[in-house]
Nanobody, 111 residues
Framework: VQLVESGGGLVQPGGSLRLSCVAY????????MSWYRQAPGKERELVAN????????NYADSVKGRFTISRDNVKNTVLLQMNSLKPEDTAVYYC?????WGPGTQVTVSS
């Protein structure tokens, strides 16, 4: 099982980024997929998750209305579209599936 995130970077407040996570080695469409984040000095927290066929989504209150999670079960990919980014969104973002974590991708929101 391997999860590989990409798409992080430095963005100004109010900007957008799209994170991508490609999954390998397990039947992707059978599993709920999640995005978490961990800011310096803080615990890892759930950002969003999505049902097996994308039939439901769930978001942390802090990102509702700004972030959108989606998945492509043909490409074994889960996406996180992040809009209206704030400095407090700065964190390492992790993909999780089948109890496994990716290495993470850094998102920094700063002017």
């Amino acid at each position: 099982v391997q999860l590989v995130e990409s798409g992080g970077g430095l963005v100004q407040p109010g900007g957008s980024l799209r994170l991508s996570c490609v999954a390998y080695g397990f039947p992707f469409s059978n599993y709920i997929m999640s995005w978490y984040r961990q800011a310096p000095g803080k615990e890892r927290e759930l950002v969003a998750n999505i049902g097996r066929a994308g039939e439901w989504t769930n978001y942390a209150d802090s990102v509702k209305g700004r972030f959108t999670i989606s998945r492509d079960n043909v490409k074994n990919t889960v996406l996180l579209q992040m809009n209206s980014l704030k400095p407090e969104d700065t964190a390492v973002y992790y993909c999780k599936g089948l109890g496994n974590w990716g290495p993470g991708t850094q998102v920094t929101v700063s002017s």
